[in-house]
Structures are given as C-alpha cells and as structure tokens.
C-alpha cells in the first residue's frame, strides 16, 4: 500500500481487518513511520500488505521495498479532499513507482479516499467550519479548471455527515486527473472512490485485488503446465 501521508491507507488497512466495530482502536492510529505489517485472509485467494508510510522523508524507500519485496499488487490510496497541489503530488508520485520495472504486471486498485482526515487537514490548512469549507472547494474548483487537468463537468458534491470537505469530482474525472490510462497496459488496474472508513466499501477493494490475484496465480501455473507439455514433447521427438 502507497500513497502521502494522511491519505487513509492505515485507516483503510485496519477498517478491512477488524470492521466498525473496532473503530475506537482505528480512531487511535498515529502516522506510520516505516511500515505495517499484516496478513490479509481473503476469498479466493490469501495475501501480504506491507502498508508503506507516505512521509516525505521516507518516500524515496518505497523503490527500495518494490526491488527487495515480491510484488504482486499495488494499492495506491489518495485522499481526494485535498488542495489541488497535493493531489498533483500524488498523482507525480503514483506514476514514479508504477515505472518500476518490477511492476510491469502487476495489479494496482487506486483508492481515491472520500475521507478526509478532519484533524490534519484542519491543521495543514487552518480552515474551520462551513465558510472555510465552501472556500476550499471552490479554490479545488478553481485550480482544477485553471489548470485543466481534466475536460468532465463538475459535479454536484454530495453530502455526508462526516465529512469536513467534499471532493468537487467524481470516479471519471479523478482516473483522468491522475492518467490512470498512461499506466502499462500489462497492469491491471481498477480505481474505486470510496470511504475507507466503510468496512464493506474497503473490503470491496481487497476482494478484487484477491480475485485478480488469484486469476493471476492461476494464468501463472497454466502456462507452467504448458511449457512443461511442450519440453516433454521437444524430448519426446527429440530422442525418436
């Protein structure tokens, strides 16, 4: 798992494991400094996350982990209620560590968390309360016209009771906003706009990333059983 920091991949990561009911652990989470460590038992197919941190610092270690640690998947998670700038970052860092030879196949679910995480936002920002909350949307509004990233009309935001600030866009126009059609074609991608704090929302996102692995396994050992066909019958005639 990648992404900056505050993005929700932590949040994301434990919602998955131990569910709303366990939020008043969640809620307690500190920054990750290094990384998270967990075994994810999922149906069809079992997996390993290391949830990488995403300080600034510790960025230029996520090559280190993709050249030293087997990846078969990239979750990248991205909160989409920050300024404008921080989403360029984000998109800036996503399609450095996608050009990881290592990744060529890999699968990537990129998560655009609709969560913000209300305490650092606030204190990156200094913005409190509706007016500031009316003031940051239209200045995302603003830079995301002024800069076109992307062609989409606005749309409508639509609101939750536990979000500080809403995204001014949707699914479509954040995949074009961060050019999820410039990944390698031999990826498999998906994007999902989610709340990382919904259980089910974030157990949709490790489902998919099982299936596909498990497909991926599975395709794997089919062209083993292949190569393996077509040597036995290279030796076959080989010794007639």
């Known amino acids: 798992m990648f992404g900056l920091e505050r993005a929700g991949k932590t949040h994301m990561l434990y919602n998955n494991l131990v569910g709303e009911g366990g939020m008043h652990t969640i809620k307690k989470l500190k920054e ?3 990384m998270n460590y967990e075994h994810v038992i999922e149906s069809p197919q079992n997996f390993d996350v290391w949830d990488i941190s995403g300080n600034p610092q510790l960025r230029k270690n996520w090559s280190l982990y993709i050249k030293n640690v087997p990846v078969a998947g990239v979750i990248y998670v991205v909160n989409v209620s920050e300024e404008i700038e921080r989403l360029r970052e984000s998109k ?21 968390n609709s969560k913000p995480n209300l305490q650092a936002n606030q ?3 200094g913005f409190t309360g509706k007016d500031s909350t009316m003031k ?3 200045t995302l509004k603003s830079g995301y016209e002024s800069q076109n990233m992307a062609t989409a009309a606005m749309q409508k935001p639509v609101k939750k ?3 500080w600030v809403e995204s001014p866009f949707n699914q479509e126009q954040l995949e074009k ?3 999820l059609n410039k990944l390698k074609k031999t990826m498999i991608k998906q994007s999902f706009l989610i709340d990382v704090g919904e ?6 996102v490790f489902q998919w990333v099982s299936a596909r692995l498990d497909s991926k396994i599975k395709q794997k050992a089919k062209r083993e059983r292949q190569q393996a066909a077509a040597a036995q019958s290279e030796n076959t005639d080989a010794s007639k």
């Not at 560590?97 to 990129?110: K, R, S, T």
């Not at 259980?199 to 949709?204: G, I, L, P, T």
Request: charged share 25%; aromatic share 8%; proline share 0%.
């Open 123 to 125: 204190a990156q920002s």
């Open 136 to 138: 940051k949307d239209q």
């Open 92 to 112: 800036k860092w996503l399609h450095m560590i996608m050009n990881e030879q290592a990744l060529n196949d890999c699968i990537v679910a990129v998560v655009f």
């Open 161 to 163: 009771k536990d979000q």
């Open 199 to 204: 259980q089910k929302a974030c157990e949709k």
């Open 177 to 179: 906003i961060f050019a």
């Open 32 to 34: 990750t400094l290094g």
